[in-house]
């Protein structure tokens, strides 16, 4: 199977009670959902929650970085079992359009299984 195409959304999802912790007073969560169609027909739904004051990323900044990315260039491979699928999460590499003040990008080794 293959990767037939990415939608990304912005969705701002209200929240039942607001609640308060150090960094933030949150009344809503601003979420990035994707959805990835395969070209078999099958699809399914990923959530990123970006968080400024956690990693310094934005949803609008997730949705950039996508754009910037050579999607179709790297997650063009066909994945035909799930050591397929690890080794395509391995090999991507997000554009990277910002600085990285707390190291987290550089923490980031593949997995291994």
């Not at 999802?13 to 990835?36: G, M, Q, W, Y």
């Not at 956690?54 to 609008?60: D, Y």
């Amino acid at each position: 199977m293959r990767i037939r195409r990415l939608t990304a959304h912005v969705v701002r999802l209200p929240l039942k009670r607001s609640f308060t912790h150090a960094s933030a007073t949150r009344h809503d969560s601003e979420n990035v959902i994707i959805r990835c169609d395969l070209n078999d027909g099958s699809f399914g739904w990923g959530e990123g929650v970006p968080r400024s004051y956690v990693t310094g990323e934005t949803p609008e900044g997730c949705l950039a970085q996508l754009v910037a990315t050579p999607l179709a260039e790297q997650l063009s491979a066909a994945c035909n079992a799930w050591p397929d699928v690890i080794r395509l999460c391995e090999q991507f590499r997000p554009a990277l359009d910002r600085a990285d003040p707390r190291g987290w990008l550089r923490q980031c080794a593949p997995l291994r299984y």
